[in-house]
Each structure stands twice: as structure tokens, then as C-alpha cells.
């Protein structure tokens, strides 16, 4: 079931994302007057067609998703029938060169826009978050070496303030892939704040992925033992614990941090502990209640080898779903396209100057199963991730390799330069070997999305 589901997304994230980009191109040729003979959803044999317009264009279905076209005419197609010379003037490559560069540059143009709606309609939907709370770091951690201590909160990442976890993520990643070190700004568990330096010199950053924030010591954690929530059937439910409790003690032992209490929670299944929890008035009203509990962690086997541990039945840590309003949510919408194609550049530029490594490359295994998990998660967990698919694709195409929308560009400029346009002889060579590197690009990506899922 979650291969189909990820499938699925998969089909239905890349096929829209194509139709955006192609509908681009479409929709600036049509405002230039160029003559569109088809657009088609998808590759290959047509499952369905239907003409329209004082044209004539072609909307055709076709039987692979992955993808679409546009057919625009072209006074030097062999097979077309001869035409007028004003329907001869509406072919596209008797378009002067500022509107064939607009009609390329329509298409990543399209993805960039459907990007910042796509992130704009996901700041409004919710997106599921946590405080910016960290864990323990492991020891000889950057973050374990800068003072980090469990419960702190960051609040600012080199003067931008963070809230939530997945802000910290993007800005840690942001301001300290290329750099030697961040400054974070801390508030600790007791409400103090302080400034830290993450130094990342020895945090190898040729594969980006969870083991790189992993090597940085910066993780995410629960904060103060606070109780977000209890299961209903459990030893804390037979207790009588309620969320909103705060921790301070089990068996006399003050408990600090949520850390802390999970700790002491696994280290004690079956056994009866004495809990000393501070219960505030749920109408603001009165003073918080000292209350005094009895509690025995069930017995749990967690997966694997590990020892049977306890566990109470209660949730911890602070999370939200967040919600912008529009005006907010579309300027969240425009700085997350702009950091992202920045970032799918930095990224790129490395992985040519052998700085990262090229299994950064996610092909489509990759993508299915991110497609698949966002679809999961929640409608604007997924928009989300169309919106970073869509910033992708527009940056790849603007790449000047032949075949993309950037080699015709490329194209231009020479002709721009020298006032004649390339050779066809030579535009097809170049089309060839364009085609050739994109295959192996491909190659290489699928292949480390299989070196990933093997190894």
C-alpha cells in the first residue's frame, strides 16, 4: 500500500509540475502569435485528443504521465503542409529572438510561480512543527563542544530568529554549509540567554543529508517536561495525569527536562515510581496545585535487539500545526523560492567543483518516497514538497546544457553576439550530446537513490 501511495504522488507531484512548466511555454507562445499544433499531457500513444480554437491545437492525453509537450509550428518542418505567408509568419522560429526567448523562458518561469503559491498555500494550510527545543548533543559534537546543553532553545541562527524546528533546519543548513562556523542564540531551560558558537570545520559536507546534522550535534529535543498529551489506556491515563502537568520529580529526584523524564521513564518498567507534578488552574484563574502521584511504566519491547524498556503513555514537547495569514504566507512563499533556488544552485556549483558529493542527486525513487511521506503527513506538507520539486525543475532548466530550456538560451545569446543564429548541423550535435548527459545524469541519480536504500 505505501509503494501505490507513493507512487501515486509521484505520478500526480510530476505530472502537474511538467503541465505547469509546459503551460508556460504555451501560454507566452499563444500571447506572441506562434501557431500551437499540440499540447499533450504525457509521452507516447494519445488515450484521448479533442482540437479547439481558431487554431486547431491538439489536446491530447497521452499514455505515459511523466511529463508533456508542447508542439509549436515551424517553417522548417518537412511534413507540415505549406501555409500562407501569414500563417508562415506565426511559426516560431520566424519569431525575433526577444520572443523565442521569452516563450523558453516562460517555462521555469511558470515553475518559479507555481513554487511560491505552492509554499504560500502551505504556510495557510498548516504545517505540522516543533519548538525549536534541542537534545543532549553526543559527546564531541560541534554542538557538544559550543556548550549546548539539553532543553536549550534556539532562538536566533547568525541574528535570524527561528521559532520553529524546521526554520532551524533550513537556516543551519543556509548560513553553514559553506561556512566555518554559526552563532547560535540560545535561551536555556532557565529562561537565560546566551550566544554559541557551532564550529562546523570538522562536519564533512560532501553528502547533505541526516547524517550531516547529525554529525553537527544539533538535534531536536522536548524541552521542559511538560505533558502535551496522555493515551488513553496507559499507566499515566490510570494515574490520573492530564496535559498541561509539568514533571518537577519522580521518587524525589527533580526532573528537569522532558529528556530527563523519558530517561528515568525506560529505566524503570514495571516498577512504581512516585511522580510530583505541578497542575495549573485550566481557567488561569488560581494558583498552580502541587500534586503527588503513583505510576508503574509498562513493560515495552522496542523494535530490534534493545532491552525491554518502560514507557508511561504520555506525549512530550511543544508542537503546533502553523498557520500564516495570507499576507504573511506569500511573503514566506516568495523567500522560501528565492532561498531554495539559491540553495539548488550552491548545490549544483559544489557537486561540479567536487565539494559535494553527486549522490545529492535524488532521482525518482528518491522523490516517490518524499512524495509518498508528505502525502501522508498532510496536504500542506505536500505542497510543500511540490513547491521544492517545481524550484528544482525550474533551476535544472535553466542550466545552459543543450536540450534544456537554458541551452536555448545559450543559443540566443550567441546569435545575439553575432547576428546570426547557430548552424542547424551544429544545434543538432549539440542537441545529441545534451541528450546523452541528461540520460546519465538520470543514471547517476537513480543510482544513488539505490546506493541510499541498499547501503
Given at each position: 500500500?505505501?509503494?501505490?501511495?507513493?507512487?501515486?504522488?509521484?505520478?500526480?507531484?510530476?505530472?502537474?509540475?511538467?503541465?505547469?512548466?509546459?503551460?508556460?511555454?504555451?501560454?507566452?507562445?499563444?500571447?506572441?502569435?506562434?501557431?500551437?499544433?499540440?499540447?499533450?499531457?504525457?509521452?507516447?500513444?494519445?488515450?484521448?485528443?479533442?482540437?479547439?480554437?481558431?487554431?486547431?491545437?491538439?489536446?491530447?492525453?497521452?499514455?505515459?504521465?511523466?511529463?508533456?509537450?508542447?508542439?509549436?509550428?515551424?517553417?522548417?518542418?518537412?511534413?507540415?503542409?505549406?501555409?500562407?505567408?501569414?500563417?508562415?509568419?506565426?511559426?516560431?522560429?520566424?519569431?525575433?529572438?526577444?520572443?523565442?526567448?521569452?516563450?523558453?523562458?516562460?517555462?521555469p518561469l511558470a515553475n518559479f510561480a507555481f513554487a511560491v503559491?505552492?509554499?504560500?498555500?502551505?504556510?495557510?494550510?498548516?504545517?505540522?512543527?516543533?519548538?525549536?527545543?534541542?537534545?543532549?548533543?553526543?559527546?564531541?559534537?560541534?554542538?557538544?563542544?559550543?556548550?549546548?546543553?539539553?532543553?536549550?532553545?534556539?532562538?536566533?541562527?547568525?541574528?535570524?530568529?527561528?521559532?520553529?524546528?524546521?526554520?532551524?533546519?533550513?537556516?543551519?543548513?543556509?548560513?553553514?554549509?559553506?561556512?566555518?562556523?554559526?552563532?547560535?542564540?540560545?535561551?536555556?531551560?532557565?529562561?537565560?540567554?546566551?550566544?554559541?558558537?557551532?564550529?562546523?570545520?570538522?562536519?564533512?559536507?560532501?553528502?547533505?543529508?541526516?547524517?550531516?546534522?547529525?554529525?553537527?550535534?544539533?538535534?531536536?529535543?522536548?524541552?521542559?517536561?511538560?505533558?502535551?498529551?496522555?493515551?488513553?489506556?496507559?499507566?499515566?491515563?490510570?494515574?490520573?495525569?492530564?496535559?498541561?502537568?509539568?514533571?518537577?520529580?519522580?521518587?524525589?529526584?527533580?526532573?528537569?527536562?522532558?529528556?530527563?523524564?523519558?530517561?528515568?521513564?525506560?529505566?524503570?518498567?514495571?516498577?512504581?515510581?512516585?511522580?510530583?507534578?505541578?497542575?495549573?488552574?485550566?481557567?488561569?484563574?488560581?494558583?498552580?496545585?502541587?500534586?503527588?502521584?503513583?505510576?508503574?511504566?509498562?513493560?515495552?519491547?522496542?523494535?530490534?535487539?534493545?532491552?525491554?524498556?518502560?514507557?508511561?503513555?504520555?506525549?512530550?514537547?511543544?508542537?503546533?500545526?502553523?498557520?500564516?495569514?495570507?499576507?504573511?504566507?506569500?511573503?514566506?512563499?516568495?523567500?522560501?523560492?528565492?532561498?531554495?533556488?539559491?540553495?539548488?544552485?550552491?548545490?549544483?556549483?559544489?557537486?561540479?567543483?567536487?565539494?559535494?558529493?553527486?549522490?545529492?542527486?535524488?532521482?525518482?525513487?528518491?522523490?516517490?518516497?518524499?512524495?509518498?511521506?508528505?502525502?501522508?503527513?498532510?496536504?500542506?506538507?505536500?505542497?510543500?514538497?511540490?513547491?521544492?520539486?517545481?524550484?528544482?525543475?525550474?533551476?535544472?532548466?535553466?542550466?545552459?546544457?543543450?536540450?534544456?530550456?537554458?541551452?536555448?538560451?545559450?543559443?540566443?545569446?550567441?546569435?545575439?553576439?553575432?547576428?546570426?543564429?547557430?548552424?542547424?548541423?551544429?544545434?543538432?550535435?549539440?542537441?545529441?550530446?545534451?541528450?546523452?548527459?541528461?540520460?546519465?545524469?538520470?543514471?547517476?541519480?537513480?543510482?544513488?537513490?539505490?546506493?541510499?536504500?541498499?547501503?
Amino acid at each position: 500500500m505505501a509503494f501505490l501511495e507513493a507512487l501515486l504522488s509521484f505520478v500526480v507531484a510530476i505530472s502537474v509540475l511538467i503541465t505547469v512548466h509546459e503551460l508556460g511555454h504555451y501560454l507566452v507562445a499563444r500571447a506572441c502569435g506562434v501557431k500551437v499544433l499540440r499540447f499533450s499531457f504525457g509521452f507516447g500513444p494519445a488515450l484521448w485528443m479533442r482540437k479547439a480554437g481558431r487554431d486547431g491545437t491538439e489536446w491530447r492525453i497521452s499514455a505515459f504521465p511523466l511529463g508533456g509537450y508542447v508542439l509549436m509550428a515551424r517553417s522548417d518542418d518537412p511534413e507540415a503542409p505549406p501555409a500562407s505567408e501569414g500563417e508562415a509568419r506565426r511559426a516560431f522560429d520566424r519569431q525575433g529572438l526577444a520572443r523565442r526567448a521569452a516563450i523558453i523562458l516562460a517555462g521555469p518561469l511558470a515553475n518559479f510561480a507555481f513554487a511560491v503559491l505552492a509554499f504560500t498555500a502551505a504556510q495557510m494550510a498548516g504545517l505540522g512543527d516543533a519548538r525549536t527545543y534541542l537534545a543532549r548533543p553526543a559527546d564531541g559534537t560541534p554542538a557538544a563542544r559550543a556548550g549546548i546543553l539539553e532543553a536549550d532553545r534556539v532562538t536566533a541562527v547568525d541574528g535570524r530568529p527561528v521559532q520553529w524546528w524546521s526554520e532551524l533546519r533550513w537556516r543551519l543548513l543556509l548560513e553553514g554549509l559553506d561556512a566555518p562556523a554559526v552563532h547560535l542564540t540560545l535561551r536555556g531551560i532557565d529562561g537565560a540567554e546566551r550566544e554559541a558558537v557551532l564550529d562546523l570545520s570538522s562536519v564533512p559536507s560532501r553528502v547533505i543529508d541526516m547524517a550531516w546534522y547529525q554529525a553537527t550535534g544539533v538535534a531536536p529535543g522536548l524541552g521542559a517536561p511538560f505533558v502535551r498529551g496522555v493515551a488513553e489506556g496507559t499507566p499515566a491515563a490510570a494515574a490520573g495525569l492530564r496535559a498541561g502537568d509539568l514533571v518537577r520529580s519522580i521518587d524525589g529526584v527533580d526532573v528537569a527536562t522532558a529528556g530527563e523524564l523519558t530517561r528515568r521513564v525506560r529505566a524503570a518498567p514495571g516498577r512504581l515510581q512516585h511522580w510530583r507534578i505541578e497542575r495549573g488552574d485550566p481557567d488561569g484563574g488560581g494558583p498552580a496545585r502541587t500534586l503527588e502521584v503513583e505510576l508503574t511504566p509498562a513493560a515495552w519491547q522496542p523494535p530490534g535487539d534493545k532491552p525491554v524498556a518502560g514507557r508511561a503513555g504520555i506525549e512530550l514537547g511543544e508542537t503546533a500545526v502553523v498557520r500564516r495569514p495570507a499576507g504573511e504566507a506569500l511573503a514566506e512563499g516568495l523567500r522560501a523560492t528565492a532561498e531554495n533556488s539559491g540553495m539548488s544552485l550552491r548545490m549544483f556549483a559544489r557537486m561540479l567543483t567536487g565539494a559535494s558529493s553527486w549522490r545529492n542527486l535524488s532521482g525518482p525513487v528518491g522523490i516517490a518516497e518524499a512524495a509518498g511521506a508528505t502525502a501522508r503527513t498532510g496536504a500542506g506538507e505536500f505542497l510543500a514538497f511540490l513547491a521544492v520539486v517545481s524550484v528544482s525543475i525550474a533551476v535544472l532548466n535553466l542550466l545552459p546544457l543543450p536540450v534544456l530550456d537554458g541551452g536555448h538560451l545559450l543559443y540566443y545569446l550567441v546569435e545575439l553576439v553575432t547576428g546570426k543564429p547557430l548552424a542547424a548541423g551544429t544545434i543538432e550535435r549539440l542537441q545529441r550530446g545534451g541528450v546523452l548527459l541528461l540520460v546519465l545524469l538520470g543514471l547517476l541519480a537513480l543510482a544513488s537513490d539505490l546506493a541510499r536504500l541498499l547501503f
